[in-house]
């Protein structure tokens, strides 16, 4: 089955303390990004990959940090979280870079940093 | 930098009824794409529908279609014969001419009511 996988789907952790969202899609997908989601804010873009080793930033970049070493995975790293990274996580994959391609997107990581 | 506006946070519809929920966006590109997304109580993000900037045909899909007008920069989309699964959060979704960013509104809250 075509689809974009993260983990963990719920995380709870503390300030401070290093942490990883895998997301790993099986569509050979060149394009791969990643959102969060809060109240009332929509998503808003965080990083994204054109391609293998080829990443930049979105919108709210600033906290975290990506890699992009094989096409299939994508991770999503918080070197030292705090409070204000409490959110709900996407990763979406498309086909290529095109814009008609749709974005699809996994199921979400429901991070808690106390 | 492109922004998107959905200026309804909530709306609700009766069953079988029609209901529009209103997109606006700013941009000084000319080659984009728009789409709208529905994301269900299980925060899945699912595609509804897109359109083409480029082409003034007005996008459908079955029940779902849109009212696009690009001079004013407007993109709502018509939901007819409003049905019970209908009832989720949508959003409306620019993606860019350099297509490695994404755009999402702050949602619309739809309700339909039996």
């Known amino acids: 089955e075509a689809q974009v996988t993260q983990n963990p789907r719920y995380l709870i952790t503390v300030t401070g303390k290093k942490l990883t969202v895998t997301c790993s899609q099986n569509m050979n997908h060149e394009y791969m990004s990643w959102y969060r989601q809060d109240p009332g804010l929509g998503l808003r873009q965080i990083y994204y990959s054109m391609n293998v080793e080829v990443t930049d930033k979105g919108d709210v970049p600033e906290g975290y940090k990506v890699s992009r070493k094989e096409k299939r995975n994508f991770p999503l790293i918080l070197e030292s979280p705090s409070p204000n990274q409490t959110s709900l996580y996407f990763c979406?994959?498309?086909?290529?870079?095109?814009?008609?391609?749709?974005?699809?997107f996994g199921p979400g990581t429901r991070l808690t940093v106390l | 930098a492109q922004t998107v506006t959905q200026s309804q946070p909530e709306m609700s519809v009766q069953e079988a009824e029609t209901v529009t929920l209103s997109c606006t966006y700013d941009t000084s590109e000319s080659d984009y794409y728009l789409f709208w997304y529905k994301q269900p109580p299980s925060r899945q993000m699912i595609l509804v529908i897109r359109?083409?900037?480029?082409?003034?045909q007005n996008a459908t899909e079955n029940r779902f279609s849109v009212n696009f007008q690009k001079a004013a920069k407007s993109f709502s989309l018509k939901i007819s014969d409003s049905q019970l699964g209908d009832a989720a959060m949508y959003f409306c979704?620019?993606?860019?001419?350099?297509?490695?960013?994404?755009?999402f509104g702050d949602g619309t809250t739809l309700t339909v009511k039996p």
């Open positions: 979704a620019y993606r860019s001419n350099n297509a490695g960013k994404s755009t």
């Open positions: 979406a994959s498309s086909l290529s870079s095109g814009v008609y391609n749709e974005q699809f």
């Open positions: 359109q083409e900037a480029y082409k003034q």
